[in-house]
């Protein structure tokens, strides 16, 4: 530890260490946020059909 | 327990205070974890730095077990007692699962290289897991196929319980072959063989992953129900019938989309 430029050497193999990270980081991260929108997406559409469903009324 | 939150006005009841609950747990866990395994932990006497991909390629493998295991019951209870949660939370699983069996393929690969000397092999362990991926790919697309959405449920439900012949082979296959793969150092009979200095780590970053499965779980049920109820709302409402060539594909395009 200490120095930031041997932490991100990571020995000699910074490229698989922190490309291990960075995919495990995009894929997971990516899914959430994915997840994410499409969850608020469903709230929106299902507020919108009950708002236009209580004007026809 | 099952028959008490198969109710899904209970389901979202309970979930809409988990959600964030969870989903705050998960991200201070997975803070500490990464810190700890990236910073904190010490590098391997033989791997060196490399050690360090363990911390996400193997609670990476343990959650592409569970979560296919999970698939795997919630398809036999939904075959067997047609709960109307069940198949819903097949499907909402079954992606998370695929990510996880990625990261864990990805990552392996990453640690085989400068390891092995080799970005992949044949060997009963990695090829088990690519066997993994595929039935999440398989369950995945099957359950969308179909118009009916019952029918794709079955289909992809009957297909996750074939596949679960898979899971005792993924985690014997590094005892009954010859595998390049190491055998299991912390799910073994006798205790962990791993350095607590690593297991620490190692076992936050499990426990990241499980809570980050919930809430993902959570939220995609909770989306899938919304996107079903609004379905409902509209084929009730007589939407569905109106002459309206364009409210009628609305409607069929979201008969398509589970």
């Known amino acids: 530890m200490g120095d930031i430029g041997t932490f991100l050497a990571m020995g000699g193999y910074a490229g698989f260490?922190?490309?291990?990270?960075?995919?495990?980081?995009?894929?997971?991260?990516?899914?959430?946020?994915?997840?994410w929108r499409r969850y608020r997406d469903s709230i929106?559409?299902?507020?919108?059909?009950?708002?236009?469903?209580?004007r026809r009324r | 327990m099952i028959n008490w939150l198969a109710n899904p006005a209970r389901f979202m009841r309970l979930s809409a205070r988990a959600v964030p609950w969870c989903g705050w747990t998960a991200a201070v866990v997975l803070a500490i974890g990464l810190f700890w395994a990236l910073v904190v932990a010490p590098p391997d006497y033989q791997q060196g730095d490399t050690v360090r991909i363990m911390y996400v390629h193997v609670p990476?493998?343990?959650?592409?077990?569970?979560?296919?295991?999970?698939?795997?019951?919630?398809?036999?209870?939904?075959?067997?007692?047609?709960?109307?949660?069940?198949?819903?939370?097949?499907?909402?699983?079954?992606?998370?699962?695929?990510?996880?069996?990625?990261?864990?393929?990805?990552?392996?690969?990453?640690?085989?290289?400068?390891?092995?000397g080799a970005w992949w092999v044949w060997d009963a362990r990695l090829t088990s897991v690519l066997i993994l991926f595929?039935?999440?790919?398989?369950?995945?697309?099957?359950?969308?196929?179909?118009?009916?959405?019952?029918?794709?449920?079955?289909?992809?439900?009957?297909?996750?319980?074939?596949?679960?012949?898979?899971?005792?082979?993924?985690?014997f296959s590094v005892d009954w072959w010859n595998t390049l793969h190491q055998p299991a150092s912390v799910m073994r009979v006798g205790g962990p063989r791993i350095a607590v200095s690593m297991l620490a780590p190692l076992l936050i970053m499990a426990?990241?992953?499980?809570l980050l499965f919930a809430v993902l779980l959570m939220l995609r049920m909770r989306t899938a129900l919304n996107e079903r109820k609004a379905m409902a709302l509209r084929l009730n409402s007589g939407i569905a019938a109106a002459p309206r060539p364009e409210r009628a594909q609305t409607v069929s395009a979201h008969t398509a989309v589970p």
């Open chain 2, 134 to 171: 595929f039935l999440y790919l398989g369950y995945i697309a099957l359950v969308n196929a179909f118009d009916d959405p019952s029918r794709g449920g079955r289909a992809g439900a009957v297909l996750a319980l074939v596949g679960v012949v898979n899971l005792p082979i993924i985690k």
């Open chain 2, 207 to 210: 426990f990241g992953f499980a």
């Open chain 1, 44 to 54: 929106a559409a299902l507020e919108r059909l009950q708002q236009d469903l209580g």
């Open chain 1, 17 to 35: 260490v922190w490309s291990a990270y960075a995919i495990a980081l995009a894929i997971l991260g990516g899914l959430s946020v994915y997840s």
């Open chain 2, 60 to 116: 990476a493998a343990w959650m592409a077990l569970s979560v296919y295991l999970f698939v795997a019951v919630a398809s036999a209870v939904a075959l067997v007692w047609r709960h109307p949660l069940a198949e819903v939370a097949g499907r909402a699983a079954a992606p998370v699962g695929a990510a996880f069996t990625f990261v864990c393929l990805a990552t392996g690969s990453l640690w085989g290289r400068p390891m092995w």
